[in-house]
């Protein structure tokens, strides 16, 4: 019998447990340990802090999972002993010949930001910034990037569109300015040229002004202070938090160097401990460019299929393992039931390839399509 333990209950812990309980006997355990209690799935946030979604459609409590004889542990967990395997949770000792490090970023709030506006990379920040937004009739609207690398680089660009078109259909475009600031030179560079201007250009026809470039260093009086020594006031913010690799990963002995777990194969996303792997936005993946894979749920899922299978594999002694490819899509929100799409490979040399199709109501509804599957295929 083989003890598996899934570290994270997001995307990749969800979808890496299922296809285990799928590929493997009952007397195998599989084991999902999360501080929270529910999973909550982030590209609809987007939706929510607009109005378009209500809190308890777009979470569903982790405690399901164990109806299909996969064990849930809710508790901080303390301490990470890849060596052996050990994980300390709640003061209690978990012990696996298996260990699936899927924990996604840490979103750390910095200088002021949560008092001075909404995350809506959270829950409660989305919802609270539509409770504001459902008051507001005129001012400046801010839309803030306040630190890279972070997940979903489309998220802030699909956000700023979606803003623009709650205050159309409210019929307030004419007493609202909507800008969007963020560090990096052009909306998901990693990307390439072509989808990087594609974005920009939908982004500044609609009439929001763009600052790329632009690093945040405070927050004040109701305005945004930046490096470049500009500040910019506004009426109403929404930002992207800083992220950071969680403390328990910081203090493990899984970070030698940088700022998240290298995999010592990029492709097994296996780290240097035996029989120890680690997805999604907890890796830091280079890119043949030189660049970080982006951090998106499209690859944790991805990666999960791949790291599920192997282990499968190994354990029954049968079977072929497979390779993580670098492939990925996503879905990129303009409003008005329309959406882009963007798909390609990362791992292509020497440089991504990705093609951009053009918005439509498909790729809009095949969004809203693949979220209620995600929810009842996983839960």
Not at 209 to 237: I, R, S
Not at 269 to 296: C, N, Q, R, W
């Amino acid at each position: 019998m083989s003890t598996i333990l899934i570290l994270g209950g997001g995307v990749g812990g969800i979808v890496t447990a299922n296809k285990l309980r799928k590929q493997l006997g009952k007397e195998h355990r599989i084991i999902v340990i999360d501080k929270q209690k529910d999973h909550v799935f982030a590209p609809s946030l987007l939706w929510l802090m607009v109005g378009l979604r209500k809190p308890e459609k777009i979470k569903r409590e982790l405690k399901r999972i164990e109806r299909k004889g996969i064990e849930y542990v809710n508790g901080e967990i303390e301490h990470i002993d890849p060596s052996s395997k050990h994980v300390v949770v709640n003061g209690q000792t978990y012990s696996g010949d298996y260990l699936v490090i899927s924990l996604g970023a840490e979103l750390k709030e910095v200088d002021g930001l949560n008092k001075a506006g909404h995350n809506f990379y959270t829950l409660n920040g989305a919802q609270n910034l539509y409770n504001d937004l459902k008051n507001f009739k005129a001012g400046k609207v801010a839309v803030l990037v306040s630190s890279a690398p972070y997940k979903c680089p489309a998220a802030p660009y699909e956000a700023s569109l979606l803003l623009l078109d709650h205050f159309k259909k409210r019929k307030l475009t004419d007493h609202i300015e909507l800008s969007l600031y963020a560090p990096e030179p052009g909306p998901m560079g990693v990307a390439g040229k072509e989808l990087s201007g594609a974005v920009r250009q939908l982004v500044e026809s609609k009439g929001i002004k763009y600052f790329p470039e632009h690093q945040f260093k405070a927050v004040k009086n109701n305005a945004l202070k930046f490096t470049n020594g500009l500040t910019e006031h506004f009426d109403l913010l929404a930002y992207v938090p800083k992220h950071q690799c969680p403390r328990v990963i910081r203090e493990s002995k899984l970070i030698s160097d940088g700022d998240w777990i290298k995999l010592k194969d990029r492709e097994t996303l296996e780290t240097d401990f035996p029989k120890v792997f680690a997805i999604g936005d907890i890796t830091g993946i280079s890119l043949a460019m030189g660049k970080p894979l982006p951090k998106a749920g499209v690859f944790a899922h991805y990666q999960a299929e791949i790291v599920a299978h192997n282990i499968a594999v190994d354990i029954m002694k049968k079977g072929q393992k497979k390779r993580f490819t670098g492939n990925g899509e996503c879905f990129i929100e303009l409003g008005g039931n329309k959406a882009g799409f963007a798909k390609g490979n990362f791992y292509n040399e020497p440089l991504p390839k990705i093609k951009m199709h053009k918005p439509s109501f498909i790729w809009h509804w095949g969004k809203v399509i693949f979220e209620k599957g995600f929810l009842r295929r996983w839960f």
